[in-house]
């Protein structure tokens, strides 16, 4: 069965201050994996995926096979950055269709 | 509407009682998902729509629950005999198309509905 795993529950940086997020997972097949994040008081989103290898608000993500990581990362952060992560594995085989979510990292950057 | 909307927001009801939970996905989008969050959890799937049916119900916890979509939009959660390990927040999410392919299609989420049962 497919698994994610988010080690810290916390994480606090200070501004300008670079930020990694780790995320590991478990899947026999090929992963397909994404972030999520949900500022306060806000609805969950979609932050990143691995496929589109792009940057968002400055956050990378890059698949690691071999060490079956996925860490979120961003060389300077900003208060603004402040949220709860999820890293998500999507499962797509048959009819199923649905995402495994860690138990996510709430990200405090202090000024 | 501008994105997927859920009511009630708030639910409390007391053990052993029904509830009826709505998700009012984004207008097109055929692929509706539920999705359950304990405490300090990540969201965790219950059960997925393509269209009116069910694809994919390998998450619903037992037969206390159930869902449905009969017009292929509007959902209902439907929870029998509420015990308090069902307290959650229960999370609707829609997208476009089924997630077939990365990158293919996003899926949103709604506000959510908290879930107490005293």
């Known amino acids: 069965a497919q698994r994610v795993t988010q080690p810290e529950k916390l994480l606090s940086v200070f501004k300008g201050a670079p930020v990694e997020l780790k995320c590991n997972y478990s899947?026999?097949?090929?992963?397909?994996l994404f972030w999520y994040v949900q500022y306060s008081r806000q609805r969950l989103q979609l932050l990143l995926r691995?496929?589109s290898r792009e940057s968002i608000k400055g956050f990378t993500a890059d698949l690691n096979k071999g060490e079956t990581s996925f860490h979120l990362k961003k060389p300077f952060a900003q208060e603004e950055d402040s949220a709860m992560y999820y890293c998500?594995?999507?499962?797509?085989?048959?009819?199923?269709?649905?995402?495994?979510f860690g138990s996510g990292t709430q990200l405090t950057v202090l000024p | 509407g501008a994105g997927v909307s859920q009511t009630p927001s708030n639910k409390v009801t007391e053990k052993g009682k029904y509830v009826e939970l709505r998700c009012d996905p984004i207008?097109?989008?055929?692929?509706l998902y539920w999705y359950r969050q304990s405490l300090g959890q990540g969201p965790e799937f219950l059960i997925y729509?393509?269209?009116?049916?069910?694809?994919?119900d390998s998450g619903l916890p037992n037969d206390r629950f159930f869902a449905v979509r009969p017009e292929g939009s509007v959902s209902t959660l439907k929870i029998q005999r509420t015990e308090r390990g069902d307290s959650a927040v229960y999370l609707c999410?829609?997208?476009?198309?089924?997630?077939?392919?990365?990158?293919?299609?996003?899926?949103?989420f709604g506000q959510g509905t908290r879930l107490t049962v005293v």
């Open positions: 999410a829609s997208s476009l198309y089924a997630i077939a392919r990365p990158g293919e299609t996003e899926a949103f």
């Open positions: 729509f393509q269209g009116t049916g069910a694809a994919d």
């Open positions: 207008s097109g989008h055929t692929a």
């Open positions: 998500a594995l999507h499962l797509s085989s048959g009819s199923a269709r649905q995402l495994t």
């Open positions: 691995h496929i």
């Open positions: 899947y026999s097949g090929s992963p397909e």
